[in-house]
């Protein structure tokens, strides 16, 4: 069995939660584990179980977005781009955001931003700075994006954590240049709240805020 467990994301302006990541848990036993793919269920079957997400939460009343995560592999599976138009036409009016974990091709970017542009659905570049979404990799594609997403989690896991604020100050500086919105994950105290204040990021996501929970 699988569900969506969310994670609040906060506008720091106002101190009200403007949106949620869902993310995708499987029940083993009598606990909720990471599922060893996030393939192992179909990306419609992940729309299903969104659109039971979004009306346990009632995020359209709220004015809240959902962010609903694809890896290159769901990206590039032919029904996926559909999949997610439909599912935006039936939780309307509610907000949709899907966000990319992987650096993709600019072809595809260009194909999925025209698409989903169309539909009213923002496109997010996830994790930037790390693993294939380096600056590098993804310099070509932020034309065609809405927001990035910039994870401390990651730094930390990799025992980078004192290169955090030289990265996050380089990824506020491009969110600024191609006027983007930009999400900080891994937000656990208040030293990471002032670090945000201090690059003027008000979005926020993290522990501090809720730890991922079944809806």
Known sequence: ?????????????????????????????????LPQHFTDISVEEQATLLEQTEAALNTAANQQVLAFNLNNQQLRDPFTLGT?????????????????????????????????????IKLVLDDVGTGSNTYDNIQHLLPFVDEIKFAM???????????????????????????????????EDANDQALAKKFGISLHQGYLYGKPSLV
């Open 84 to 120: 997610v138009i439909a599912l935006k036409k039936r939780i309307n009016p509610a907000a949709l955001s899907i966000e990319l974990t992987e650096a993709p091709t600019l072809p595809e970017v260009q194909l999925f931003s025209m698409m989903l542009h169309q539909h009213n």
């Open 153 to 187: 989690q990651n730094l930390r896991m990799e025992n980078r954590a004192e290169e955090i604020p030289t990265s996050l100050a380089f990824w506020a500086k491009i969110a600024k240049h191609y006027r983007l919105q930009m999400v900080l994950e891994g937000v």
């Open 1 to 33: 069995m699988y569900r969506f467990f969310v994670q609040p994301q906060i506008n720091q302006d106002d101190h009200k939660v403007f949106g949620y990541e869902v993310l995708l848990r499987k029940q083993q036993n009598e606990s909720w584990i």
